[in-house]
Structures are given as structure tokens and as C-alpha cells.
């Protein structure tokens, strides 16, 4: 049912919801995951965003997501899409809770390249039922992207801001796709092999 979605329609709103302080922009924002006060009251909650989401969880958790169950292991990043419904698994142990999450709202990239092409990243899709694994390198490629975000967060707001914004999480989203396509690559090579091995005997 709809009614027990909890729908968060503004950046400012979820702020608001996990106890931080307004936003210092209003499409998009940066969280440190250790910073966030009290988590555990969102768990079993389905919660559905007007905005994107691209999380990066240094600790084990589990999380619905579309009509599917996933299991995120350490070092996985988590993508949603506005409208869609995530709920978090009751009960997890928050204490060891490490990595960042990135909203951004599709105001932030209408009428950009970006925005044109945002569906062309399939990862965003419920359809793409695969969690994106990283290894170290690529988590820190992928880390200093969201660091020049939230630098440029952290900056005064100016007419420049929206264009950083903007080309920093376009390479950002170039990075995953690539990372994506290598590990379809290498669990398809994997399966060949597994193939291979069984026509063999």
C-alpha cells in the first residue's frame, strides 16, 4: 500500500528527518555515514525519494529494493532512482557504520547533458537486480569524485557551482558504468569457465 511509504520530497525534508542541519544546497548534499545520529529509526521503514541516491556502505547490511532482497557487502555501492521504494532490514547493528551517501536531486540536471542521458545508466534501474562490488582502486577513484562534490558543497554557492556540480558526478557516473561493465565482464567470463570445466568432464 502507498499509505505506508514514507514519500521525502525534498533534500531540506531529509536533512530534517536524519537530525542534520539545513542543507548548504538545495539539489544535492553529501553524508558521512558515521555522522548520522540516529539511523537505526529508518530501518523496516519503506522510504521512496524525489531525488537520486548513490550510497557507498563500508559495513554489511541488508536492504529491499524494487521487488528484490540484496544482501550489500562491504565496499558496495547502492544506486536508486526518484519514486523508487527501499526499506532497510530491522534490527542492524549501526555501530561499525562507515562510508557516504550522494542525493541529488533531477532539478540539478535538467537541461544538461547530463540530464539527457541520466537513463542511459542502467544502474539506477530496479531492473538492475546486481549490487556493484568496488576494489580498492576503484573505490578510491570513485571517493575522490565525491570529494570534489563535497568541496565544491562546501563552497559559496556562485554561478559556476551547478557546472562543477554537475561534470564532477557525470564522471563519477562514467567511472560506475565502467566499473559495472567489468564486473558483468568478469562474472560472464567466470560462468564460460564454469561451463567450460562441467562439458569437460
Not at 8 to 15: R, W
Not at 173 to 197: A, E, G, I, M
Request: charged share 30%.
Amino acid at each position: 500500500m502507498a499509505d505506508d511509504i514514507l514519500r521525502i520530497k525534498t533534500i531540506t525534508q531529509l536533512h530534517d528527518i536524519l537530525g542534520f542541519e539545513k542543507p548548504k544546497h538545495p539539489l544535492i548534499s553529501v553524508m558521512n555515514v558515521e555522522d548520522l545520529k540516529d539511523v537505526s529509526k529508518m530501518d523496516g521503514i519503506r522510504t521512496s525519494a524525489d531525488f537520486y541516491l548513490i550510497s557507498l556502505k563500508e559495513h554489511d547490511c541488508g536492504m529491499s529494493y524494487g521487488r528484490g532482497h540484496y544482501d550489500f557487502e562491504e565496499g558496495t555501492l547502492i544506486f536508486t532512482a526518484p519514486n523508487q521504494v527501499i526499506q532497510s532490514e530491522k534490527g542492524q547493528d549501526h555501530s561499525e557504520d562507515k562510508g557516504w551517501m550522494l542525493f541529488f536531486h533531477p532539478d540539478l540536471i535538467r537541461s544538461t547533458a547530463l540530464g539527457e542521458k541520466i537513463d542511459d545508466y542502467s544502474f539506477f534501474s530496479y531492473e538492475a537486480n546486481e549490487a556493484l562490488h568496488l576494489s580498492d582502486q576503484e573505490k578510491k577513484i570513485i571517493y575522490d569524485c565525491v570529494k570534489n562534490i563535497e568541496l565544491e558543497y562546501n563552497t559559496n554557492i556562485d554561478e559556476h557551482s551547478q557546472d562543477l556540480f554537475v561534470s564532477n558526478l557525470e564522471l563519477m557516473l562514467n567511472y560506475c558504468r565502467r566499473f559495472y561493465n567489468r564486473q558483468f565482464h568478469t562474472r560472464t567470463s567466470q560462468q564460460k569457465d564454469v561451463v567450460s570445466q562441467f562439458e569437460k568432464h
